[in-house]
């Protein structure tokens, strides 16, 4: 670098702006010196229009030069050893000091410009930029001077056409080191918006890749977060993405599934209708197997695949008419079951409480007395095979609801750590999948065993008697009668061996099993039935899958618990389901139409048998408590993961 002229007469230099720019201004040519490989290097010009509008036009050259000192005896600006290699300017170090003394001296609050440059600071230093570049360790893959030019620059204040023109040029400037990238992105939908047409709401470099915490794109970080970064634009897209089980495993934390640029690609997304775009429809099968290729755990995805709708969603009847019936048939199931069983329970809830009320000084169940000889007997309800089935299908199916709900509410607090207590995506659905056999076995078990029981007795079985579980229209009068009963218009009637709310929760498991299993088994083997279904029947499985098992949850949990231990009458638990037995005097009051029947009939004594030991007893209670503590648990997850998804 030439010094300026010297004389014995001459004034010492003055290191003011002026004075540097009358060199480094560009106007007299180029100003050299030697590299480090002893090569002539250029100097950077500066431009003193530009420099006066940039944020550090306020500033003196040597306050960041600040190893160029005057020399009154030589008066040359650049006194120093030649031998001694310029300090490098530290852009970092500067604005953190400043920081820094601004934190002791107290004033930091006033100065929000200068914590965001130090959180940028610290951003940058643990960013991928900030690492030792593979080719010179001495320096990094990109410094402050590689993005900014520090000697204009200046970010305009947003929502300005001066703002605009700027976001509109910073994919050039990634494009000075990233060649590659930017000449994908400038043929993309995204680049075309802003290189072509000049759109500078379209996306650039940093709305997906940040601007001082750039990562690693491969790692898991970037992953999940780029998800919420185009989500940022495509609003209605990232919604319905995060309704798949990609976007659930995403929101739970887990980077294995697709993401956006899995699919639509990451710099070079093209329109869907573009035929070379990856998600055109000639293109998505291979798209797909891309990830489903057939090895590791992913089967290759058959041709069903391609039809999959990844955004598809039931609020479009024109653009997704299967879905759309499928959310319709769900709701209306949903809002017809609810709607009448809450108000089932409210009422009987309120005219049993009363009647309660009416008889405090008298026994829990007022009956008449009975015959000496049965005092102390019970009735034999639900046989040992029964009450095992009954332990095994409620236990499988409060593990089904524990290894579900973390998909069905990922986004609920408690969901990340349940998933992360469950093991992870992998184990939590090898568990729900065992269950689930176990579920269906008992399930299966069911049907031979009553499809066996009514061959056996052919000949005496009546499909509308007494004893059996099909409805039939004295369930419709006693519904009538009960609800008379409700309102005070009526007795409470009374019922044979099952009532019409124990009916129908014998038959709703039969509905409730074929929809979440067949759903079921469509999305666990969806390889198989991808190659001869279409891809909307996903779409529809995963609605009848969720919505069903929240059908059954919600209700066994609220309508059930309260019909058999909750109401005034049986509160806090009735035990007969792991007794087996009830007292006679219980008998009486519940069924009062079978006492009636089997005591004319003279057939009572032979369902008789002692009460349980104590020590039954108790293991039953503490038995029951336990299943409705965990219900209940489960519950109440389920209705903090409803609300927060609202």
Known sequence: MPALAASPAAAPVQLDNATCLSCHDGKKGKLEVPGADGEAR????????????SVHAKMSCVACHADIKDNAET???????????????????????????????????????????????????????ARPNADDATKPNASCDNCHDTHSFNVPAKKTPEYDQWRLGISNNCGTCHEDQLDDYAGSVHGKEVLEKNNPKAAVCSDCHGSHSITNSSGDPFKLAVTQQCGTCHEDNLKTYMATYHGKISTLGYAYTAKCYDCHGSHKILKTDD??????????????????????DLALAPVGFSSFQPHGHGGDFNKYPEIWVAWQIMIQLLVGTFGFFWLHTLLWFFREYKERQ???????IKVEALPAHLNGKHVR??????????????????????????LFYPASPWAVPLMTALGGPHIAGLIHRVSAVIFAGVFFWHLFYITWRIAKNWSTFKFFGPDSLVPNLQDGKDMLAMFKWFFGKGPRPKFDRWTYWEKFDYWAP?????????????????????????????NVAAIFHGEEAF?????????????NHFRPDKFPLDVV????????????HEHAKEYERLVASGELEKYLVDAPSPGKLAASRVLGFVLIVCGLTLLTLVGIGFFTSL
């Open 42 to 53: 250029e100097l950077h010009a500066v431009k003193p229009d530009k420099f006066g509008q």
């Open 75 to 129: 008066a040359n600006a650049h006194a120093k050893d030649p031998a001694l290699k310029l300090a490098k300017v530290d852009c970092a170090g500067c604005h953190q000091q400043l920081w820094d003394d601004a934190k002791t001296a107290g004033t930091g609050k006033d100065k929000p410009q200068l914590e965001l440059v130090a959180k940028n600071i610290a951003a940058y230093k643990a960013s991928f930029h």
């Open 275 to 296: 035929p070379k775009s990856m998600v055109h429809i000639d293109n998505r099968l291979k798209t797909c197997q891309s990830c489903h290729s057939g090895k590791e």
């Open 358 to 364: 009416l008889r405090k000084t008298q026994a829990h």
């Open 381 to 406: 309800r639900f046989s040992p095979i029964w009450r095992l089935a009954h332990i095994t299908f409620a236990l499988s199916l409060m593990i089904l609801t524990l290894t579900g709900i973390p």
């Open 510 to 538: 039969f509905w409730g099993v074929t929809i979440i299993g067949v759903s079921g088994l469509i999305m666990w083997f969806s390889n198989f039935f991808g190659a001869f279904l279409p891809g909307w029947v996903f």
């Open 551 to 563: 059908l059954a949850v919600v209700f066994l949990f609220t309508v059930h618990f309260f019909n």
């Open 577 to 588: 389901m792991f007794t087996g037995t009830f007292s006679l005097e219980d008998f009486k």
